[in-house]
């Protein structure tokens, strides 16, 4: 898988010999099952992007044994059942499962919608012989449709007999948390702490309505959704600690559309079931040898919800250097990453580095427009060509810029030459496929939705 490629063979990534990439997904770390059945969730409106027919769409993922738990939730102030319920959980010590569900958002469901949250988990506990605190729930779909619970009843007592540690049981899954999603999204990688082989696996989906921005407690119908599941023996403390850092750098660094949803989750389970020597400082080896596949791990996934955005065929990476500060990096960079005009512009294959100034003009950030570089290149190659450099048109040809930007993946490179911050973020072109896809049709009202 190329997202890996850079990363590993790079100075910042995990040397070839120790990390190598496995199959199984989530299944693939030790003492981990999953599975997934059909129980017609969207049988209330199934909204674009579900005319699949019959899919799986309801989902368990459970450990063995008992693992610390790390959340991150997004930050919308309107936040699913879902959401309040796991983000309570997560910020205990440990827990053993997750159920998920698509089709259904269970969000602006009001105090209903908070009582099938719960009622999920309790249904899961039992069929798992569990206590219902260490169950997690996530939901994906429509928004503002109560969640049809004895669907959900029967899904659930469906699925736990087919619970196992199998790649096919993974990918079953990957498939059930799917909407407008065209492909699964897994990864899973293994490397050693110390002498012991430990294992990080991970399933995610989303192609629209994405612009993750998720904290630990998400304080402040498509949706983005991760599940990560680690053998490693670490401290909870510690695993939340590694799970912010990776989702900083990945999930929180791609924009779609630039809408957040009321859903976003991203979940980790690690149960110890590989036996090494137990992390338990962050200043350890063991410790940064693990964050950096996880690092590894969630930047796959977040790349891989990127390509699959609803309608886009380009995926762009831009480059910010030389900013005054991170929240200013930040800020041009989603400025750049949600601007409609620049995004359609990479569409047709037009560079319009204009646009961009523009973007980056509104973005809040300070800005001198006599330092201002932006230069293009296509991926893994070093050479950078210039369109604006130095507050000035350059004199490279129109075309050579856009032999750049009509292909399926580019970079832009932003310099304000102002300070030493900058970032890396990832985004899509904005196309007329996107636009056919999320418009309303009140012809067919069973396709509209949140």
Wanted: charge should be positive.
């Amino acid at each position: 898988m190329h997202e890996f490629d850079a990363r590993i063979s790079g100075n910042r990534g995990i040397a070839l010999k120790k990390l190598r990439q496995i199959g199984g997904s989530i299944c693939a770390p030790h003492g981990f099952r999953a599975g997934a059945v059909f129980c017609d969730i969207k049988r209330l409106g199934t909204g674009k992007g579900s005319e699949k027919g019959r899919k799986n769409d309801l989902a368990l993922i459970v450990s063995d044994f008992s693992a610390a738990v790390a959340g991150m939730f997004t930050t919308n102030q309107l936040r699913a059942a879902p959401v309040r319920l796991s983000a309570k959980r997560a910020a205990l010590t440990f827990a053993r499962a997750i159920v998920a569900n698509s089709g259904n958002a269970n969000a602006c469901t009001g105090a209903r919608g908070l009582r099938d949250a719960e009622q999920m988990c309790s249904l899961a506990a039992d069929a798992l012989h569990l206590n219902k605190n260490d169950v997690l729930v996530c939901s994906t779909g429509r928004i503002g449709i109560s969640i049809p619970m004895e669907n959900v009843t029967r899904g659930i007592k469906a699925c736990a007999p087919l619970l196992a540690s199998s790649s096919q049981n993974a990918r079953a899954t990957a498939d059930a948390i799917m909407t407008s999603d065209t492909r699964r999204k897994e990864v899973a990688v293994e490397f050693k702490i110390g002498k012991s082989p430990v294992r990080i696996g991970g399933i995610c989906k989303g192609a629209g309505m994405i612009e993750p921005k998720m904290t630990r407690t998400g304080a402040l119908h498509a949706t983005m959704l991760a599940f990560i599941t680690s053998d490693a023996a670490i401290a909870p403390a510690l695993l939340k600690r590694a799970l912010g850092i990776a989702v900083r750098q990945s999930f929180n660094c791609i924009s779609i559309d630039g809408d957040m949803s009321t859903n976003d989750a991203v979940i980790a389970l690690a149960n110890g079931a590989a036996e090494n020597a137990k992390i338990t400082s962050a200043g350890s080896e063991s410790f940064r040898d693990f964050q950096r596949a996880l690092n590894l791990v969630t930047l796959a996934l977040a790349k891989m919800i990127v390509r699959d955005g609803e309608g886009a065929t380009r995926f762009v990476t831009l480059r910010v250097t030389g900013v005054g500060s991170s929240r200013d990096a930040d800020a041009v960079a989603r400025a750049i990453a949600k601007s409609a005009l620049a995004k359609t512009s990479w569409h047709g294959g037009d560079p319009n580095w204009g646009r961009i100034l523009c973007a980056i003009g509104y973005s809040g950030a300070a800005v001198n427009e006599s330092r201002v570089s932006i230069g293009y290149s296509s991926p893994r190659q070093p050479k950078i060509i210039f369109g604006f450099r130095c507050g000035k048109p350059t004199s490279t040809s129109i075309l050579q810029l856009a032999n750049i930007v009509s292909g399926p993946e580019f970079d832009i490179h932003i310099s304000l030459d102002a300070g030493t911050a900058g970032t890396t973020f990832y985004t899509s072109d904005l196309t007329e496929d996107y636009v056919s896809f999320n418009k309303g049709d009140m012809s067919d009202p069973e396709s509209l939705g949140g």
